[in-house]
């Protein structure tokens, strides 16, 4: 990463802006890393964009001080192609990651990551890791007062490990989970900070598209000025429970479901392996563990449900 | 604004980061604001942040090169209040947005604006209006080759009659939609570009404050990445379909609503009036239109769902 790094910067003075382009789950991995640049680098600008809306509307600093992560599984995802070389033809430095050997995003112009994404695959070489890895190298080169560059990369060597040992403590809650509410018609997923996405990636990716069930994504923060109206005693809620300074966002929620809704499920970062990453960089690991956990309630709902994660109607099987 | 603006960069060479901070539909207000700057500008970047977020985790580039929007319809907003001290006390320009005399935003450290909010008060001089018209002033007076001014202008002086024109022309297919739908239990309502956030006010404020309607809000240009797997013929849908060059992604999921769904309602900017602004910078006056329609929907379906619209069981009503 290092290296890749030294690339980047070579033949420009500083990078300025960091755009996060992707679609889908794929961009809900790159939201830590925004929030990460918005929050602590002091000479970087940040912004999260869907590939598309990057593509018609391209942000005004996009250019040759601009690095810009990309990122899709499959590779080939059209919009994101578009805007990677968007991004490239401008001058910007491309980091395009994909699990697809030989796909469009495998494209040497674009310093191309292949991922590994299999069981045994280390959290930090998966997007969400990569990319906090470039960035912290990036701020280390960059900001010569950067203090959290050895928190980060302990965090990093951490991650799996929490992880792993947070998926086999929630197997028997997850079951619990499935068995209560699999017929529940819909739900609604909470988080907060740079754990947002990890909300919205569970609503739209882990239930939405992989088992068809009906569900919102909110902020914790934005839960108290006009969602909150719809919560009673038949309402389910997920709530994403954050470790790092924007805990006391997903506190207040909880207090509130916890007097006027009944039927929630919260999931601690507390309880999952994470007081052991450093308080200074611990809430961009969150999202690591949300994402594991969504894939473990999404497999109990699976197997209750009778519906496979892996079916689809649409993706890959129409065309759009 | 002119006079605004000249007092805003007193003291300060330039703007450089402006940020647009509020909570729930305050925040959704912010919205087009944050996109135009984005989009537009090249001497500024953008970002839109609810309140809590932002106070917790500021932008590090927060100072006194900042500008700050605020706003507050009740001025009192515990966090927004805070998020606006807080942009103070570290050099920023504020300008906090209140319906609210006398409030904690109607603080004269903080640049208020007291706006009206009356069934004839002009788009213009409604926190859109007031966000746009500002920074167009900002624009111009920071941006020698700024070349949107006189078109802006031109759609803040049009959008009211515009807004009121499209209101009455939709009365009827309201009352139509509410006697199809009232007793759907669950939709989603998707939109994109700088009205992107529209359907996240439709889907927060309008359904899940006012009526206590089960919804969620899409991206239209995510729709494809997820979302759209839900997708069939016994699901409800709305769609914001802009004018500008965010059209193309809301157009894409119309084609595919109408393939594989069935109850799904339009709401085109096309049919709405919006042709009369400049095709330049009609993207960034969507949302007051939307705004409109998403009180003339919840209108509908609060009479025939006998739920009054200013119905509240925890805002203003208990401690949260």
Chains 1, 2 share one sequence.
Not at 76 to 101: F, I, Q, S, W, Y
Not at 143 to 172: F, M, Q, T
Request: glycine share 6%; charged share 25%; proline share 3%.
């Amino acid at each position: 990463m290092k290296e890749l790094v030294t690339q980047i910067l070579n033949g420009r003075e500083k990078i300025e802006d960091v755009y996060f382009v992707a679609c889908g789950g794929s961009l809900v991995d790159l939201y830590p890393g925004y929030y990460f640049v918005r929050t602590e680098s002091k000479t970087m600008h940040a912004d999260w964009i869907t590939s598309k809306e990057f593509v018609v509307t391209p942000p005004t600093h996009l250019g040759k001080t601009s690095l810009v992560f990309i990122c899709s599984h499959g590779g080939n995802t059209k919009e994101t192609v578009e805007a990677a070389h968007l991004a490239k033809d401008l001058g910007a430095a491309v980091v395009a990651m994909t699990h697809t050997p030989g796909s469009a995003c495998d494209d040497s112009s674009l310093n191309p990551i292949v991922y590994s994404w299999e069981d045994d695959t280390n959290e930090k070489d998966k997007p969400q890791g990569i990319v906090l890895n470039i960035l912290n190298e990036l701020m280390k080169a960059q900001e010569p007062d950067y203090k959290l560059y050895d928190a980060v990369a302990d965090g990093l060597e951490k991650a799996d490990g929490i992880v792993r040992a947070a998926v086999k403590s929630v197997k028997n809650r997850t079951w619990l989970f499935a068995e209560k509410y699999a017929k529940e018609p819909f739900l609604y997923i909470m988080g907060s900070g740079a754990a947002y996405a990890s909300a919205y990636g569970f609503a739209i990716c882990s239930l939405q598209e992989m088992q068809w069930m009906d569900c919102c994504y909110l902020n914790s923060a934005e839960y108290f000025h006009g969602p909150f109206e719809v919560t009673d005693e038949d309402h389910l809620y997920i709530l994403l429970k954050s470790r790092g300074r924007n805990r006391v966002m997903d506190e207040r929620a909880e207090v509130f479901l916890n007097k006027y809704a009944k039927k929630y499920e919260v999931i601690d970062a507390n309880d999952l392996g994470l007081d052991a990453i450093d308080d200074s960089c611990v809430e961009y690991f969150n999202a690591m563990v949300f994402y594991a956990m969504s894939v473990a309630y999404r497999n109990a709902l699976q197997d209750k449900r009778c519906h496979p994660t892996d079916m689809r109607r649409y993706m890959g099987v129409v065309e759009y």
